[in-house]
């Protein structure tokens, strides 16, 4: 029959246990002082470098420095100036395709504006040419209504004795106003 290990026999003797500690402790109190160290090396591990292996490069002193800045200064320049100047083209090459851009809306724009200049005056003359064969009461009548704007533009475009006839016929408080419109419309010299 097989018995199970007790655990005073698992454990290692307390005798091992302090042996290790007290040759970790040898291990950094030596190594503090310059003493050689045993080091262990597992199997299969690569083995570790002595501390006298290892040098500590040399800090390069302000002289070194110096020169080194001072030699590639020119160049660092240089490059900065070619990345300054490679963003700025790339900048140009966008404001010139906005420039681009906005001249051919600019051209849409004139366009559609002299064909709705075109439309408007059309549809003034005809509109003036409906007033003008008005009798002057209805004329006055319906003028009254309309925008004073508008009213205004339709008797400045309509023959001076037919509008004085039609501004007769009007109500008092909208003749002033239609005249006081014509009026400012015919100054040189913007009222406002």
């Not at 002033?176 to 014509?182: F, R, Y």
């Amino acid at each position: 029959m097989i018995s199970s290990p007790s655990s005073h026999e698992r454990r290692p003797p307390r005798a091992i246990l302090l042996a290790a500690a007290a040759l970790a402790a040898m291990a950094v109190s030596g190594n503090a002082h310059g003493e050689d160290v045993v080091r262990q090396v597992l199997p299969g591990a690569q083995p570790a470098v002595a501390p006298q292996q290892l040098t500590r490069e040399k800090a390069p002193d302000q002289s070194e420095i110096e020169r080194f800045c001072s030699n590639i200064a020119d160049a660092a320049r240089d490059r900065r100036y070619a990345l300054q100047a490679e963003e700025l083209k790339q900048l140009q090459a966008g404001i010139d395709e906005r420039m681009k851009a906005l001249d051919a809306k600019k051209a849409e724009y004139e366009t559609w504006l002299k064909r709705r200049e075109v439309f408007l005056a059309r549809a003034e003359d005809g509109v003036v040419k409906i007033y003008a064969g008005m009798k002057p009461d209805a004329a006055a009548e319906r003028l009254a209504i309309v925008n004073a704007d508008l009213a205004a533009a339709i008797l400045m475009k309509l023959d001076s004795r037919k509008a004085s006839v039609i501004l007769n016929e009007m109500d008092q408080k909208a003749a002033a106003t239609l005249t006081g419109i014509m009026a400012s419309a015919a100054r040189r010299v913007d009222p406002s």
